[in-house]
Nanobody, 116 residues
């Protein structure tokens, strides 16, 4: 079992920046990815950005160039968000995915609200 603890989030104005952090209780063996998904009201949960243990990085088109995902430590993943827009408002969930089995682990979620 993997537990994910998120920090960050909050209320910011359009154009401002925010960083989310997530720490895993353990790192599984095998190819895996850590990253962030988000879910806005009445919308499906969507991938924001992820980093695989082999170094592959993936971004949603809507955040490419504004958001940066990195892993400052093997058990941590951070999401640096710049030039935030109202459309970025959502609950952001930390995720760990075991690539071969497809099993997902989720954090509890943290609210990001972008509003003037």
């Amino acid at each position: 079992q993997v537990y994910l603890a998120e920090s960050g989030g909050g209320l910011v104005q359009p154009g401002e920046s925010l960083t989310l952090s997530c720490r895993a209780s353990t790192i599984p063996n095998g190819l895996h990815a850590m990253g962030w998904y988000r879910q806005a009201p009445e919308k499906q949960r969507e991938l924001v950005a992820s980093v695989r243990s082999d170094g592959m990085i993936d971004y949603a088109d809507s955040v490419r160039g504004r958001f940066t995902v990195d892993k400052p430590h093997s058990v941590e993943v951070s999401l640096h968000m710049k030039n935030l827009k109202p459309d970025d408002t959502a609950v952001y969930y930390c995720n760990m995915k075991l690539v071969h089995s497809g099993r997902d682990y989720w954090g509890q979620g943290t609210q990001v609200t972008v509003s003037s």
